[in-house]
């Protein structure tokens, strides 16, 4: 155990506002008993940070199913910055992207004839989202209608997601829809949510 994550991505936040809203969340699940001020790097694989807070009292409140609940979960680390998040074990490029414009769908990787990127087709996306991790702000056309749309507003496959701000429940039971909905409301933005191994 340990090396199953699940991840929650703020995919609205800014790169700015990140930080702070990571510390109310953190305040805010400390308060809830779900995690405390304690840091372990137990279990911990996360992109850029390498410790978490060790589960709360209460953890089992978070998740759908407690009955396993004398199995303590590990570590929950915060990640803020502005990064992309892969779930699974999969590529490390987006399978897919939708225009939020004209809803077309254009296809990164042709499953299951193919195993890795277009290339052709990933660079703008990936120039795009390069862009947005160094300044704030990127995007990539639509191939359909020609629009600029930038890389927080393309809507990607499931497993993957551009955002500032993420958490990652290193091996915990599955996250309730309850919290993960009273999750979202607190962070006041859009969520991701990813399940995977490290
Ligand atoms: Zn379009």
Not at 77 to 100: K, L, S
Not at 101 to 124: G, H, L, N, S
Not at 136 to 150: D, F, N
Request: net charge negative; glycine share 12%.
């Amino acid at each position: 155990m340990g090396d199953f994550f699940e991840r929650i991505v703020d995919v609205q936040v800014t790169g700015d506002e990140a930080g702070p809203l990571a510390e109310r969340m953190v305040d805010w699940m400390v308060s809830e008993g779900l995690i405390t001020r304690e840091t372990s790097g137990d279990g911990v694989y996360s992109l850029t940070v390498d410790q978490g807070h060790v589960p709360g009292p209460d953890w089992v409140r978070a998740v759908a199913d407690a009955s396993d609940s004398d199995r303590r979960p590990g570590p929950v680390a915060v990640v803020v910055g502005r990064d992309h998040h892969v779930g699974g074990q999969g590529a490390d490029d987006a399978e897919y992207a939708i225009c939020p414009r004209c809803r077309t769908k254009t296809v990164i990787i042709e499953y299951p004839e193919e195993f890795e990127a277009d290339e052709e087709v990933w660079r703008p996306f990936r120039d795009g989202i390069a862009a947005w991790k160094e300044t704030g702000e990127g995007s990539a056309p639509c191939s359909a209608c020609g629009a600029s749309v930038p890389v927080t507003e393309w809507q990607w496959e499931p497993n993957f997601a551009v955002g500032a701000l993420a958490f990652d429940f290193w091996g915990w039971p599955p996250l309730s829809a309850g919290f993960c909905a009273q999750f979202s409301r607190r962070l006041g933005h859009r969520i991701v949510g990813h399940m995977g191994k490290s």
